[in-house]
Every structure is written in C-alpha cells, then in structure tokens.
C-alpha cells in the first residue's frame, strides 16, 4: 500500500460523505467512489485498466463507446422537450449555454499548454453533462477519463451552489420579475414528429454526434408515441439504472492514485469551474441580447438562459428558486427554464460531435 492509495481512501471516503449526508449525485458518487477503493487495492487487479471484472467492464462498455449512449437511451426517455417545442427560441439560450465549454478548451490550449484533444475533453465539463463527458474523453484523451468525468459530476451535483452567484451577478431585480407568459400546448404530433427530425437533421450536419443525438431521439420517440409502455419503463427505469452502475464503477476504477494525484489533476477541476460558470454567463447574457430586440411585453426572463446547461431538472429548479425568492414568489419561471434546460442537452452533444469531427 502506498501513500498515494491511502489518499484515494480518503477521497472516496468525502465523495461517499457528499453523497450520503449532502445528497450530491448519490446514484452516480457511490458507484464511483466504490470504484476508487477497488482500483487503489495493489494486488486485488479490480481497477479499469486490470484484467479483472472491472476492467472486462471498461473496455467491453467503456472503450467501445457502448454505456454512454445508452444513458443517453434512458435520458431521451425520461425528457419532456414540450417546454422547447412551446418557446422555439429557447434552443438559442441552450446553445449559447455551450460558451464554457469553448472558453475552457481554448483555454486549456494556449495557456495551460493540454493537447487538443484532452482541452476538449476538459472543457466538456462546462456542458455538465455526465454522459457525454464521459463518452468524448474515452475516445479523446482516456488517460483524463477519471478525473474529467468526476468534474463534471461534482459541478452537476454543485449546481446550487455554483449558479445563483452568477445569476445575482449578471441580473438586474427588474430583470428578475419579468413574467414570461404561458404558451399553447403543443401536440401530440408535433412531439413525435420532433425527436425524428431533430435527430436525422443533427445525424446529418455533424455525423459524429449520432450516437448521442441518435439514442437520445430514439429514447424520447418510446416516450411520446404512446405505444410503447413496456418499452418506455424497460429504458427509463431498470436498464438506465444497470448501465449507470456499470459506468459509474468503471470510471471511478480509472483512478488509482499512482494515476489521479497530480498537479494536473487539479488544474483539471479548476478549468472545468470556469466551463461552468461561463457556460451559465453564456445563456444569461445571449438571453439579454435578445431581449433588445423584443418589444417589452414579449421580453424575457433572463435568467433562464443559465438553465441552458443539461443538468436536468436541477439547473430549471435552481434558476425557478432564485426569481422565486427575488420576486417573493411574484414570478415562478419553472416551465420557461425547462426550455432551454432540455435544450442544453442536445447543445452539449453537438459540441461533442463538433470536437471528435475536428480532433478525432
């Protein structure tokens, strides 16, 4: 046993803590911190890279890029995209969400001196998207696995934390109490016909976000076709929930501490923070821009672009909360953030197509 293995205990130790007592991600940081211990046992051969259970598990799910977009299966499955359908504009505010994600690649670039390929994994983190985090690091940079995919969980589940500051930083009160009004209900037509053209259009344009764009599609047609009950159950429940255990384990297996404690590491958690935040400033300042140029009684609430990255629902709820509280219940923008909230899925996976099309 080494020093560097005692410390991962303690690691896995406070990511177990968080998740028990604080709640943080729970279904995603007690598989992972599993993982840690059994990759820091010396001789037990239990970590990713290993010729044991976890490593069959990595390379047969992992490597072959399998898990990933299964989750995102479940994930299509469990997305109502009716609140982006209902407001069209807000896939705009999801899009401009994906600022971060850029801002830390480049960054990771030219002043940190990262490959491309692993600032593009490291700027994924800004998407808050576990998943696809996950699935553009392992073929990217597979030696930053670990660490980028424990960043992003960590700032999904901090989400609270993170983007309230931001909000009160980049708002006005009078921004706050704008009421967005209700919208028609969209059809049922109109739901299905939308995760067919969506998907072959994204399939299309940028070939490489398929297996997400594809599987996330596939997975929301089961829930809005209304005759695939079992189906719809099987994706969202059971099947989503093996693949989570599976994943979760074999990338917290990825860190043994020979592997994990580095200065580099830590560099990694600091410019996956700045992703974050930018990409939540993206959504709220691109939401301001717009509102320039709409009349006043169609102006909207700005701060639901921050709801633009895909932690769903947390991001919607953090951003109803805060307008909730600053407008002392005036103004509950719940279904408005749920706009560009969904939206900010889809965005996170185009940016993921756009980097393996360019550095893959």
């Known amino acids: ?16 803590y968080l998740a028990i007592k604080k709640g943080y991600e729970p279904l995603l940081l007690i598989p992972i911190s599993f993982g840690v211990v059994l990759a820091n046992f010396p001789l037990a051969d239990m970590s ?5 259970i976890i490593g069959l598990i990595y390379r047969t799910g992992v490597e072959t890029e399998l898990l990933p977009p299964i989750i995102f299966l479940g994930i299509g499955v469990l997305t109502d995209f009716r609140p982006l359908l209902s407001r069209p504009f807000t896939f705009l505010l999801g899009a ?9 690649a480049l960054g990771s670039v030219y002043l940190f001196g990262f490959t491309p390929q692993e600032a593009a994994s490291i700027g994924i983190i800004g998407g808050a998207d576990g998943p696809t985090t996950i699935y553009l690091a392992s073929k990217l940079a597979p030696h930053l696995l670990g660490p ?9 589940s901090l989400v609270p934390i993170i983007q309230p ?16 009004r209700r919208t028609k209900p969209v059809s049922n037509t109109a739901v299905i016909i939308f995760p067919i053209l969506s998907g072959g259009i994204a399939s299309l344009a940028i070939p490489s976000s398929a297996p997400l764009i594809g599987m996330l599609m596939f997975g929301n047609l089961i829930r809005e076709s209304g005759v695939t009950e079992r189906l719809r159950k099987t994706a969202g429940g059971a099947l989503i929930d093996i693949v989570t255990i599976f994943l979760a384990t074999a990338v917290g ?22 992703a974050f935040v930018f990409s939540t400033a993206g959504g709220i300042l691109f939401a301001k821009f717009f509102n320039l ?4 009684k169609k102006k909207i609430n700005p701060c639901i672009g921050a709801a633009g990255v895909s932690a769903v629902p947390m991001s919607a709820r953090v951003v109803q909360d805060f307008v909730s509280r600053h407008t002392n219940g005036r103004v509950n923008p719940l279904m408005p953030a749920m706009g560009p909230n969904v939206a900010g899925v889809i965005g996170t996976a185009v940016a993921a197509g756009v980097f393996l099309a ?3």
């Not at 020093?3 to 690691?11: D, P, Q, T």
């Not at 980028?148 to 999904?156: D, E, G, H, I, K």
């Not at 500051?165 to 967005?180: A, F, G, N, S």
């Open 293 to 296: 140029f709409l009349p006043e």
């Open 253 to 274: 297996a990825t860190m043994s501490g020979e592997t994990f404690l580095s200065p580099q590491i830590l560099m990694i958690f600091a410019l996956g923070a700045v």
């Open 165 to 180: 500051p931001v909000l009160r930083l980049l708002t006005t009160q009078k921004e706050r109490e704008i009421d967005m």
């Open 48 to 52: 990713s890279y290993g010729k044991g």
């Open 358 to 360: 360019l550095l893959g």
């Open 148 to 156: 980028v995919a424990l960043a992003s969980y960590s700032y999904m």
């Open 1 to 16: 046993m080494s020093i560097e293995n005692w410390v991962m205990f303690a690691i896995s130790a406070l990511l177990v």
């Open 96 to 104: 401009a969400a994906q600022l971060g994600v850029f801002v830390a």
